[in-house]
């Protein structure tokens, strides 16, 4: 399980620190892809094999789901943790979520997200005024 949030700058060659917290939980070689709402997602092989085996149940057939999958596989990189406990960022997802520098890696339960700083707060400040409502309106599918 990945929780907490970490602060970390993105080198000049767009490599990033994963967590040593998170590195216990990982093994060495890592899939990244565009995540929702704006950030970079870090998934487990084993991860990315079960989200591939429910995409595969997606219609084929609909616009949206050949989209989405696009979304999700055509920046997607495998990338490796080196000795140092960086992974090296593609320029591409790095554009996608807007970093630049600063960033924030965030575990979100079971996969790993990196933010750029600006955006990470003003989404989580967005999240947390919101943050009772939003509890209230999941109550049915958390008890």
């Known amino acids: 399980m990945f929780i907490g949030e970490y602060k970390h700058n993105i080198d000049s060659k767009g490599r990033i620190i994963v967590p040593a917290k998170f590195r216990e939980q990982l093994e060495n070689s890592l899939i990244l892809t565009r995540g929702l709402d704006g950030c970079i997602t870090i998934y487990s092989h084993a991860q990315w094999a079960e989200?591939?085996?429910q995409l595969k149940k997606l219609p084929s057939t609909k616009k949206e789901t050949r989209m989405y999958i696009?979304?999700?596989t055509a920046k997607a990189a495998e990338v490796d943790i080196d000795r140092q406990g960086r992974i090296l960022i593609p320029s591409s997802l790095l554009e996608v979520a807007k970093i630049e520098k600063e960033s924030v890696v965030v575990g979100s339960f079971d996969h790993i997200q990196i933010w750029s700083l600006e955006q990470w707060e003003?989404?989580?400040?967005?999240?947390?005024?919101s943050f009772e409502d939003i509890a209230e309106?999941?109550?049915d599918f958390l008890i």
């Open 137 to 139: 309106s999941l109550t």
């Open 51 to 53: 989200i591939y085996e």
């Open 70 to 72: 696009h979304m999700l």
């Open 122 to 129: 003003a989404y989580y400040e967005n999240a947390s005024e």
